[in-house]
């Protein structure tokens, strides 16, 4: 299984960017597809995660109303939509694939390689 995570840059707060995440060998609709950031000097939090199987998610508290996880079953990506984005968004965000539906990041079995968003204010 191999994650290309990209769509990362620099956005003014309150500005909107849209992250895409590639899957390859995934070979069943049981897993999950979800995104991670690590902030400077922090360890890697919960973002969102979605399930390929019907498309459930669930969202961290600092990323609900703001963020939106997608998934396109055909072609095995994951999308994440930040809107009102805050300097505090400020992290590298990393797409992860697991079968659990767990936020922490020991349940995820496969990762990308990440990418950088800052946020100015």
């Known amino acids: 299984v191999q994650l290309q995570a990209s769509g990362g840059g620099l956005v003014q707060a309150g500005g909107s960017l849209r992250l895409s995440c590639v899957a390859s060998?995934?070979?069943?609709?049981?897993?999950?597809l979800a995104w991670f950031r690590q902030a400077p000097g922090k360890g890697r939090t919960f973002v969102a995660t979605v399930g390929l199987r019907g498309g459930t998610t669930l969202y961290a508290d600092s990323a609900k109303g703001r963020f939106t996880i997608s998934a396109d079953n055909t072609k095995t990506m994951v999308y994440l939509q930040m809107d009102s984005l805050k300097p505090e968004d400020t992290a590298i965000y990393y797409c992860a694939a697991g079968t659990q539906w767990r936020t922490s990041e020991k349940w995820y079995d496969y990762w990308g390689q990440g990418t950088q968003v800052t946020v100015s204010s």
């Open positions: 060998g995934l070979t069943s609709d049981r897993f999950l």
